[in-house]
C-alpha cells in the first residue's frame, strides 16, 4: 500500500509565496516521474509540472516562471515552490508519483495524494 501526501498549501493574498510538499510512504522500491495538478472550481484537472527521477523537468504555461519543481529522492518527496500567486492559481492541488512497488522487482503503478488547498485572494 502507497500513500501520497500534500500538505503546505494555504491562503494566501495575491503577489505571494507558497510551497508545496508530496510525500509517499509505503511499500515503495523506486519513484520515477513525478506530477503536480490542479483543480480549480468547475474547470477539470490540469497539469502544472513533472519532474523525472534525473531532475527534467517540465510546466505548462500558467506555471512557466513562477512555480519550481523539485524532488529528494532519498526522501520520496515532490515540491513545488510557487511564486508570484495570483488569483487564478486558486486551486486544489494534486501530486502524482509513478512507483515501483511489488514482489520481487515489483511494478510500476501510479498514485495520488487527496490534494492541498491553495487561495489566493485578498
Known amino acids: 500500500q502507497i500513500q501520497l501526501v500534500e500538505s503546505g498549501g494555504a491562503l494566501v493574498q495575491p503577489g505571494g509565496s507558497l510551497r508545496l510538499s508530496c510525500a509517499a510512504s509505503?511499500?515503495?522500491?523506486?519513484?520515477?516521474?513525478a506530477h503536480w495538478y490542479r483543480q480549480a472550481p468547475g474547470k477539470e484537472r490540469e497539469r502544472v509540472a513533472s519532474i523525472t527521477f534525473d531532475g527534467i523537468t517540465s510546466y505548462t504555461e500558467p506555471a512557466k516562471d513562477r512555480f519550481t519543481i523539485s524532488r529528494d529522492n532519498y526522501k520520496n518527496m515532490v515540491f513545488l515552490q510557487m511564486d508570484s500567486l495570483n488569483t487564478e492559481d486558486t486551486a486544489v492541488y494534486y501530486c502524482?508519483?509513478?512507483?515501483?512497488?511489488?514482489?520481487?522487482?515489483?511494478?510500476?503503478?501510479?498514485?495520488w495524494g487527496l490534494g492541498t488547498q491553495v487561495t489566493v485572494s485578498s
Open positions: 509505503g511499500s515503495i522500491k523506486s519513484v520515477g516521474l
Open positions: 502524482s508519483m509513478r512507483c515501483r512497488t511489488g514482489p520481487g522487482w515489483g511494478y510500476w503503478e501510479d498514485f
